[in-house]
């Protein structure tokens, strides 16, 4: 790390570089998943199980729309670890300003579109009457804040492009705080209902994004563009969203199949709404160690195919596995052993004991396939940073192709066993596709760049 907060991850240990990146990562989305915890738990204990019901039944589609933002915000920073990792700073800010632009773009067509349409959004998914009304007063106030939660996405997705982990996630565990504070007060003492959660929540992404903003401007005087480079290129910004829409589309292409199998687990009742929606919450949380790694690829490969290096490329996914596969034997104990335990911070047992069983079944299911999960999201990142956003997306497809299979046909035989099984097919699919996609990327960067494997590695 320099005096300037960028790391080059172009030369050094592999190890030393993603460890070091990947753990302020790590906190990052920890502190990310604690206001979300808190969130759920405060919801689901004080408002009780319709409530939790209302506000889990619009993960899938919070995640179709917000995922799509946040995938177009992570393909914009691909091309501006490329430029940092060549060393041609006049690019990176050129293509730092296209972003800037784009993102504000997409950000309000996105709000405004979906705030209007998410009552429609939530019938199609078959939302049971009892808690629709309270889910479009939620999810509407997270989509009409989409621009918000664009600004932190792409603020710090500029910051880890240079190698910069640690700032985001100082804001981060910043918004957490702030989050919890809004949670307590706008639900336990204005009375607010769901609709507090969601402003909460708001709140705390603007006062991160803001941050993240400021320190760029301070800190970063390597991003500020000159006149030249603050206009704006049609070419440019069209080679931009040619990286970033497939990567908005994949998270989208991926949460279709989620938006179905909420449709089928609608069916099953409100109960099944409850557990998949605490168990969905606990589950994330033990995934963050698989979105630290993940982002901290994406950042490692497009440096390193911006320098030239593709077998650094190939020696930094090795390690990530290794940590990954460990970390995974870890979390499936846990969560066996556990899992109930933890659970209870959402759902009362004693209360709700139905609810409890399908939940531990759910995140049992789900965390005996975290392995699967685990190259999902490494080598899926690992070909975004290379630049191969296209054939990334197609990886959604097969997600989608699982998932919506598994719904289908699987629920209505199995019932809530089968909507637990659902994740782990997507995942599963996904893989059979993915890693011979990576290899075919790793050979066709070797012919484009004309390095032989045997000389680079010498």
Known sequence: MNRTGTKDMTVGSPLRLIAGFALPLLFGFLFQQFYSFVDTAIVGKYLGAAKLAAVGDTGSINFLVLGFCQGVCAGFSVPIAQAFGAKDHHEMRRRVSASVLLSAAVSVIMAVATALLCPAMLRLMNTPEEIIGDSVSYIRIIFIGIP???LFNMA??????????????????????VNVALDLLLILVFRMDVAGAAVATLVSQLTAGIGCVIVIRRRYPILRPTGEEKKADPALMKRML?????????????????????????????DAVAAIAASSKLSMFFACVFDALATTMATYAGQNMGAGKISRIHRGLKVTSVIG????????????????????????????????????????????????????????????????????????????????????????????????????????????????????????LRERLQVPAVSEAA
């Open 156 to 177: 710090s997705g500029i910051l880890r492009s240079l190698g910069d982990s640690r700032t985001p996630v100082f804001f981060l565990i910043v918004a957490s705080l």
């Open 148 to 150: 918000v939660t664009v």
């Open 242 to 270: 040619m990286t970033g829409l497939p990567m908005g589309l994949q998270f989208s292409i991926t949460a279709v199949g989620a938006v179905i199998v909420q449709w089928s687990v609608n069916a099953l009742g409100v």
């Open 325 to 444: 596969c460990v970390y995974c034997a870890l979390a499936m104990a846990v969560i066996w052993f556990l899992g109930r335990t933890l659970l209870s911070l959402f759902i009362d047992g004693e209360t709700d004991p139905a609810v409890m069983d399908m939940a531990q079944t759910y995140i049992r299911l789900n965390g005996a396939f975290y392995i699967p999960l685990l190259f999902v999201n490494i080598v899926r990142l690992s070909v975004q940073g290379m630049g191969f956003t296209r054939i990334a997306m197609l990886a959604g497809v097969f997600e989608m192709a699982a998932r919506t299979a598994v719904a289908l046909f699987v629920v209505p035989v199995l019932g809530f066993t089968g909507a637990c099984v659902a994740n782990p097919a997507a995942w599963i699919m996904a893989d059979i596709f993915l890693f011979p996609c990576y290899f075919r990327c790793i050979r066709a």
